[in-house]
């Protein structure tokens, strides 16, 4: 049986290949916890990536959102040319890194959209950038939505169908929305359907992403889990999102979330970025850890040294 996240260093968590990664995140049984943190913006503690501090409060896999993989910018991190940005933040962090790209159409971007969301080149979900995401050394490529970008779940099919084609085989793929991205009409339940997680499924997702229950109106416990129940009869990985800026809330409401997400029996939890903008609050992301996994495996990964090897 393959190792559990749980149990690997972070001299393994950074070496894993897509058949590994998905097996031990399965092997954790709903106690891998993703963290989503903003490079772009100025890092809570100054001179100390954002991806670096949520690795310490006990995240298992970063999520770099507005990552641009032809121009990339993570604040704090130490000048390596563009294509080592992703191997760098693995380097310090000895974490998982996934990157999200957007099936986005110039015309669909909703009026309301925050100029802090704007896109560029490098973070459209096309073939070219997917290729150039592999081949930077990312783990994970989410297909999903930011606020009032206008992504819609078809544009979400076709663009996982071409982009499995290209990179299925050396990077995971997750697709899915935590909140409507400004789409009229896909708000609530019609976020994602059960039609919506079998189109997923059938374009080459192997991980179907879906809100956590509590974080966007009408999202209840019993539906999230119907729609992980579906994923994973269709052989599929789930990862439930906290993407409503309640990753700032106290900390009794992050773990209440947590719990819920947990009842729905999703296999990887997801903590947003916008606590502060760039990230969740430093202690949600450790009280996220503590209630789906407890202090004694949330202190493990905390405290485990990147220098430290396998035993041979």
């Excluded at 050394?137 to 169908?161: F, H, K, M, Q, Y």
């Excluded at 708000?187 to 994602?192: D, P, S, V």
């Excluded at 996220?288 to 407890?294: F, K, P, Q």
Aim: proline share 4%.
């Amino acid at each position: 049986m393959a190792k559990r996240i749980l149990n690997m260093l972070p001299a393994e968590l950074i070496q894993l290949d897509k058949p590994s990664l998905l097996s031990a995140i399965a092997g954790s049984e709903g106690r891998v916890l993703a963290a989503e943190t903003i490079g772009a913006a100025m890092p809570l503690l100054t001179d100390v990536t954002n991806a670096e501090f949520a690795a310490a409060m006990g995240a298992d896999l970063l999520l770099l959102n507005l990552f641009d993989v032809w121009e990339p910018q993570i604040a704090a991190l130490p000048s390596v040319p563009p294509e080592e940005t992703v191997r760098q933040v693995k380097a310090l962090t000895g974490r998982m890194v996934g990157i999200n790209l957007e099936p986005v159409a110039e015309q669909a971007v909703s009026e309301n959209a925050e100029a802090l969301w704007g896109m560029s080149k490098g973070r459209y979900a096309t073939v070219e950038n997917a290729r150039r995401a592999a081949d930077m050394g990312v783990d994970l490529i989410v297909l999903t939505g930011n606020p009032g970008n206008g992504v819609c779940n078809e544009a979400i099919v076709a663009s996982l169908r071409a982009i499995s084609a290209a990179v299925g085989q050396r990077v995971a793929l997750a697709a899915g929305k935590m909140h409507a991205s400004g789409v009229v009409g896909e708000g609530g339940e019609r976020i994602i359907t059960a039609a919506d997680v079998r189109a997923f499924a059938e374009a080459g997702a192997d991980i179907i992403l879906l809100p956590a229950p509590g974080t966007v109106p009408g999202i209840t416990t019993e539906y999230i889990r119907s729609l992980v129940s579906l994923s994973h009869s269709l052989g599929k990985l789930t990862i439930t999102s906290i993407g409503t800026s309640q990753e700032g809330a106290d900390v009794d409401t992050i773990r209440r979330i947590a719990l819920e997400c947990k009842m729905t029996g999703t296999d990887i939890h997801h903590i947003g970025d916008s606590g502060y903008v760039g990230m969740a609050l430093p202690e949600n992301i450790m009280a996220y850890s503590v209630a789906i996994r407890g202090i004694r495996h949330t202190y493990h990964r905390m405290a485990q040294s990147i220098a430290r090897k396998p035993a041979q």
